[in-house]
């Protein structure tokens, strides 16, 4: 969990951090940029591409995430609690204009200032941002402390739209560039790396009693959720993650339109980063065939290598 200790986490959800807590905004975006650069992820968060001005702001989403995710997954503790926890943060975003008070004007910032809500409230003022798609992210997460197996695909796109397609809004309007077109082409991308995570996580969700994989996939292949944790390599298994596959490389192929209606060059080549990094994680992760159930994949040094390249000589196409 990087700097944050899990047995003090529920300090970033009271106002003041407790543990955590600082009494400068400097401290508090650096407090953001340190989570962010101690966690391990599949695609590029807060890189040198990103505008050094902007850079603290993305931190601070980035923190607020992460936490809220380590609060669904990490910690121990019955469901109510955590659920309990994400609503504190839910409630703190409502307010986070009191953030913006002084010391002297707020008494529950006297022993210093949550670091996390403080550097968020500051970006939501000074780009603007709306409130609703950080609340989304949060009820994504309460979805995966009471987890219900998806039915169909609809299922797994509704969970994206709650817990992935509020990122791609958001970092679209920090770079003002968020209108209905690129709001669509974003929402294919984050929905396709959401479900690359899902299918690179399932031997670690498998143990966390979630299968992402949909109830009528698994009929359709005569499948049950003990199949997939024996390992067993029969042709309806197969056959069952070839589907989910071509289902998530349909969004990141239709996502790729999204650089066209980029006017900022270090963005574009972000986002063809990410998506490339999304390709070609989902490549690996075909690659373990059955072996996904036991062991987690993720991208190597040699990854990243052949991802620069791709981006400097590929043809971009979609």
Not at 47 to 73: E, G, T
Not at 259 to 276: C, G, H, M, S, W
Request: aromatic share 12%; with cysteine.
């Amino acid at each position: 969990m990087g700097i944050v200790n899990k047995e003090y986490i529920a300090d970033l959800t009271k106002k003041s951090g407790g543990f955590y807590g600082v009494k400068t905004l400097d401290a508090a975006y650096d407090f953001c940029r340190r989570i962010t650069l101690g966690h391990y992820e599949n695609f590029p968060v807060g890189s040198v591409l990103i505008p050094k001005n902007l850079r603290k702001n993305i931190y601070s989403i980035y923190a607020f995430a992460r936490v809220a995710d380590d609060i669904a997954d990490e910690i121990q503790g019955d469901e109510d609690l955590r659920i309990g926890y994400l609503e504190n943060l839910a409630g703190l975003v409502l307010r986070s204009d009191d953030f913006l008070e002084s010391e002297s004007d707020n008494s529950d910032f006297k022993g210093g200032k949550n670091p996390i809500l403080w550097a968020l409230a500051d970006t939501l003022a000074e780009k603007d941002l709306p409130k609703e798609p950080f609340l989304r992210l949060l009820d994504a997460f309460k979805r995966d402390i009471k987890f219900v197996q998806a039915k169909g695909f609809e299922d797994l796109e509704d969970y994206c739209s709650y817990s992935a397609n509020p990122v791609g809004e958001i970092i679209l309007r920090i770079f003002g560039l968020f209108d209905e077109k690129t709001k669509l082409f974003s929402d294919a991308v984050c929905t396709g790396l959401q479900l690359v995570n899902f299918w690179q996580d399932l031997s670690v969700d498998l143990t966390r009693g979630r299968c992402y994989i949909p109830q009528n996939l698994l009929q359709k292949y005569e499948l049950e959720i003990n199949d997939l944790q024996l390992n067993e390599k029969s042709v309806n298994l197969r056959r069952c993650l070839d589907e989910i596959y071509d289902y998530t490389e349909e969004f990141l192929r239709k996502g790729r339109g999204l650089v066209n209606y980029l006017d900022n060059a270090r963005l574009r080549t972000e986002i063809k980063a990410t998506i490339l990094g999304g390709q070609q994680l989902l490549k690996k992760v075909k690659y373990f065939d059955t072996k996904i159930f036991v062991y987690r994949p993720r991208h190597s040094k040699l990854d990243i290598i052949k991802i620069l390249f791709m981006i400097i000589f590929s043809k971009w196409t979609h």
